[in-house]
């Protein structure tokens, strides 16, 4: 699907009378951050209204990483509150006249900030993005249920793997690092993510 055609998509999910959850999937430094984003832009500008919601904001604290001795995979999906992440889905699923407030994953801080994002009753579409809304697994899969659709975010894999380096040079990672980095753990992320690609409603190839 071209990004004309699902802005159209997006467009009309908005305009159902009820709320909709749009999940953005794809690998690391794939874009769909960048492509949230802009579509949530968008939307906006068109008079609806949309909360961006990213999945990040579930990463386990970087103190308890440490002390579970998993901080080195950090992204892998053990590393997150997937549980969390799946009964938020479910309170933005209600739609009731709650408020209410998801986390944020602050990069420079490398932790996230409870309660940061605000989703109000009046919410018409929720963009929720993160790697692992395709996942086949529990309770990443009542997840995936919650949600409307789910798009893939595809990039060749050269140009995402430089983009993944450049990103971790510069929140402070030596070069040698963020090679290792983008090659070892990151990438086993990467092709275990690319594996649900055929589970998406359609798949986008950016510009």
Same mark, same amino acid.
């Given at each position: ?14 305009? !159902? ?12 430094? #794939? ?5 949230? #984003? ?7 500008? !068109?008079? &609806? ?9 579930? &990463?386990?604290? $970087? #103190? ?27 309170r933005l699923r209600k739609q009731d006249d709650e408020t209410v407030w998801a986390p944020r994953f602050d990069r420079e801080l490398e932790d996230s900030i409870a309660a940061s994002i605000q989703v109000d009753a009046e919410v018409e579409v929720v ?9 086949? $697994? ?7 249920? =919650? ?16 983009? =993944?380096?450049? !990103? &971790?040079? $510069? ?16 990438? &086993? ?9 055929? #589970?998406?409603?359609?798949?986008? $190839?950016?510009?």
């Amino acid at each position: 699907m071209g990004v004309d055609g699902a802005l159209g998509r997006a467009v009309e999910l908005a305009g !159902r009378g009820r709320r909709a959850i749009l999940g953005i999937t794809g690998a690391p430094a #794939a874009g769909k951050s960048t492509y949230a #984003a802009g579509l949530a832009a968008e939307l906006s500008s !068109r008079g &609806h209204k949309v909360a961006l919601v990213p999945m990040d904001g579930y &990463h386990l604290a $970087q #103190a308890a990483l440490e002390r579970l001795g998993i901080a080195e995979v950090k992204g892998a999906p053990h590393t997150f509150d997937a549980g969390g992440f799946v009964a938020l889905l479910e309170r933005l699923r209600k739609q009731d006249d709650e408020t209410v407030w998801a986390p944020r994953f602050d990069r420079e801080l490398e932790d996230s900030i409870a309660a940061s994002i605000q989703v109000d009753a009046e919410v018409e579409v929720v963009l929720v993005e993160g790697n692992y809304l395709l996942l086949d $697994q529990e309770p990443w899969a009542t997840g995936r249920r =919650l949600m409307d659709e789910v798009w893939y975010v595809d990039l060749a894999d050269d140009v995402r793997q430089a983009r =993944l380096e450049a !990103r &971790h040079r $510069q929140f402070g990672r030596s070069p040698e690092e963020a090679r290792e980095r983008t090659l070892g753990s990151d990438e &086993h992320n990467a092709r275990l993510i690319a594996a649900t690609k055929p #589970a998406a409603d359609a798949i986008l $190839q950016l510009p």
